[in-house]
Antibody, heavy 120, light 110 residues
Framework: EVQLVESGGGLVQPGRSLRLSCAAS????????MYWVRQAPGKGLEWVAYISWNSGGIGYADSVKGRFTISRDNAEHSLYLQMNSLRAEDTALYYC?????????????WGQGTLVTVSS | QSALTQPPSASGSPGQSVTISCTGTSRDVGYYNYVSWYQQHPGKAPKLMIY???KRPSGVPDRFSGSKSGNTASLTVSGLQAEDEADYYC??????????FGGGTKLTVL
């Protein structure tokens, strides 16, 4: 059974940093692209970042480019999101999601999310 | 990276069909056949319903279908059931490892 478990969320002051993690199990992690998607309270889905199976391809939403860094450790079956210079508008539930097939553009499994609140 | 455009709401009675549109540009929906649709019930994670414009993952009822014409993709739900009431989001690949979502459509089953 595919499982994606996010962690690392919490309350953080504007301008500070936070690192999210996603522990994957139930599939061959290094065969799939991975994504971070966020959802602000009461709002829609917003794609945040993408990383290919071998970290050779990476993409960011304009809203986080230069502040967030996606990475993965295939040996540890883990996905990460380093978030720097956090802003109030980064407050959201952050989902980790798996690409359907190698480097695919659709997300077939999602975690339950970890909540990030940016506030002073 | 502009969000795709979806109507905020849609509705239909049980048994009826409803279609939700998703409008992008010639740089995303109109160029790539990587349009996906997701269903999200309140408090739950999204679920993939359609990928590559019209393909259904295993386990998704064939009442759900997808299509595309030009810069607009569509999701049709036929034979509406109460459990179809949810938020629906489209997404499209936009090149250069960029993905874009629509703003979401709240589907109400009357």
């Amino acid at each position: 059974e595919v499982q994606l478990v996010e962690s690392g969320g919490g309350l953080v002051q504007p301008g500070r940093s936070l690192r999210l993690s996603c522990a994957a199990s139930g599939f061959t992690f290094d065969d799939y692209a991975m994504y971070w998607v966020r959802q602000a309270p009461g709002k829609g889905l917003e794609w945040v970042a993408y990383i290919s199976w071998n970290s050779g391809g990476i993409g960011y939403a304009d809203s986080v480019k230069g502040r967030f860094t996606i990475s993965r450790d295939n040996a540890e079956h883990s996905l990460y999101l380093q978030m720097n210079s956090l802003r109030a508008e980064d407050t959201a539930l952050y989902y980790c999601a798996k690409g359907r097939v190698l480097n695919s553009r659709e997300l077939d499994y999602w975690g339950q999310g970890t909540l990030v609140t940016v506030s002073s | 990276q502009s969000a795709l455009t979806q109507p905020p709401s849609a509705s239909g009675s049980p048994g009826q069909s409803v279609t939700i549109s998703c409008t992008g540009t010639s740089r995303d929906v109109g160029y790539y056949n990587y349009v996906s649709w997701y269903q999200q019930h309140p408090g739950k994670a999204p679920k993939l319903m359609i990928y590559e414009v019209s393909k259904r993952p295993s386990g998704v009822p064939d009442r759900f279908s997808g299509s595309k014409s030009g810069n607009t993709a569509s999701l049709t739900v036929s034979g509406l059931q109460a459990e179809d009431e949810a938020d629906y989001y489209c997404s499209s690949y936009a090149g250069s490892n960029i993905l874009v979502f629509g703003g979401g459509t709240k589907l109400t089953v009357l």
